[in-house]
């Protein structure tokens, strides 16, 4: 019987090292080695940061991604999906049973680490794949402005400002709420798109959630303010009265 390989990817939250898993904690800490993305090897990312909180330093090893490459699939996004999949191939090769991959978020929900484990599994014939889920940065942002994602029979609908702004106006036209990731770049876009379906009136933003720096704000606040790319806006389905949409 060969021995068993098997890659994780595990959920770390939106960054707060205390929204991170006990499930989570447990399994970084028996892996053999924990991944964590950065842009370049010399900087300190945000998985790296809420990781570091809990798992011994000496363990912890950054792979480089194209984690600010706007580029759809482009060449550099693939030369780092390859190489950090030759790392995690290197250590499985030296003898590591259990490789983590830390992710901000949830491993699911547009993580690095889908295509991190597809190229794995190309290259290392029987290895295992698995996720530990993480609290998204929608769920945390619910929690910490007070507002209710969704009850009743409303839908969500989840989406990134990357996507274009015709998707996102077709979300916001339709009953239910609306979760935007990465809007800051396009921020006034966004915010004219909410004030055209007249979904402004409850609309709320929230960056560094749990971190220093921490923002979150109605968005009719924001004016015209650059914002992190990585920023989150929840724009909650219309209510008139209580369990009106049971």
């Known amino acids: 019987m060969g021995v068993s390989r098997r890659l994780v990817g595990v959920g ?37 940061a809420t990781v570091r909180a809990h798992v011994d330093h ?55 680490f889908t295509y991190l484990a597809q190229t794995v599994r190309e290259l290392v014939p029987g290895v295992e794949t698995e996720t530990v889920a993480g609290i998204t940065a929608m769920q945390d942002l619910a929690a910490r402005s007070a507002t209710v994602l969704v009850e009743g029979t409303e839908p969500l609908t989840l989406l990134p400002a990357t ?34 379906t007249g979904r402004l009136d ?9 971190l220093d720096g921490e923002e979150i704000a109605p968005v009719a606040d924001l004016g015209g303010a650059a914002l992190p790319y990585l920023s989150t806006l929840i724009a909650p389905a219309r209510r008139t009265e209580r369990g009106g949409k049971l």
């Open 202 to 210: 409850g609309a709320v933003y929230g960056s560094r959630l749990g």
């Open 163 to 196: 996507g274009g702004a015709d998707g996102l106006r077709r979300a916001l036209g339709r009953d239910g709420s609306v979760v935007v990731y990465k809007f800051g770049r396009v921020a006034p876009q966004v915010t004219e798109a909410l004030r055209e």
């Open 58 to 112: 000496g363990r912890i090893e950054r792979v480089v991604f194209a984690l600010n490459d706007r580029n759809g699939r482009s060449e550099r996004r693939v030369r780092a999906w390859d190489e950090a999949a030759r790392t995690v191939a290197g250590h499985f090769g030296r003898g590591a049973g259990t490789v983590a991959f830390a992710t901000i978020g949830d491993p699911n929900v547009y993580s690095t």
């Open 12 to 48: 770390v939250g939106p960054g707060d090292p205390e929204s991170v898993t006990v499930k989570a904690i447990r399994r970084m800490r028996a892996a053999d080695v924990v991944l964590v993305p950065v842009m370049t090897p010399d900087e300190q990312g945000r998985a790296e």
